[in-house]
Nanobody
Framework: QVQLVESGGGLVQAGGSLRLSCVAS????????MGWYRQAPGKQRELVAG???????NYADSVKGRFTISRDNAKNTVYLQMSSLEPEDTGVYYC????????????WGQGTQVTVSS
C-alpha cells in the first residue's frame, strides 16, 4: 500500500505563500499521476491540482494562476507551491493519486493544515 506523508502547512496571512510537500512510497511513483486535494471545515474534499507522470498539469479554477504543482520523481515527492493565498484556501491539504474516480480512494495520509488569516 502506498504511504503518503504531507508537510509544509502552517498559518499565513492573506497574500502570503506556502510550499507543501508530499513524499510517497513505492517504486512506481514516477509513473503515477499525483494530485493535491483539500478539505475546508464543513465542506467536502475537493481536487486542487494534478500532475501526470510526464509533467502535464491540471488545476481547479479557483487556484489557477496562484498555485503550481510539480514533482521530483527521484525523490518520490510532489509539491504544491501556493501564492497569493486567500482565506478561502484554508483547509487540510492531502496528496493522493490523481484519478477521475479519486473520491473512491480509501487511503489518505494525515494531511497538512493550511490556515490563511485575513
Amino acid at each position: 500500500q502506498v504511504q503518503l506523508v504531507e508537510s509544509g502547512g502552517g498559518l499565513v496571512q492573506a497574500g502570503g505563500s506556502l510550499r507543501l510537500s508530499c513524499v510517497a512510497s513505492g517504486s512506481i511513483f514516477r509513473f503515477t499521476p499525483m494530485g493535491w486535494y483539500r478539505q475546508a471545515p464543513g465542506k467536502q474534499r475537493e481536487l486542487v491540482a494534478g500532475i501526470y507522470s510526464g509533467g502535464s498539469t491540471n488545476y481547479a479554477d479557483s487556484v489557477k494562476g496562484r498555485f503550481t504543482i510539480s514533482r521530483d520523481n527521484a525523490k518520490n515527492t510532489v509539491y504544491l507551491q501556493m501564492s497569493s493565498l486567500e482565506p478561502e484556501d484554508t483547509g487540510v491539504y492531502y496528496c493522493n493519486l490523481f484519478h477521475t474516480n479519486w473520491r473512491a480512494l480509501n487511503y489518505w495520509g494525515q494531511g497538512t493544515q493550511v490556515t490563511v488569516s485575513s
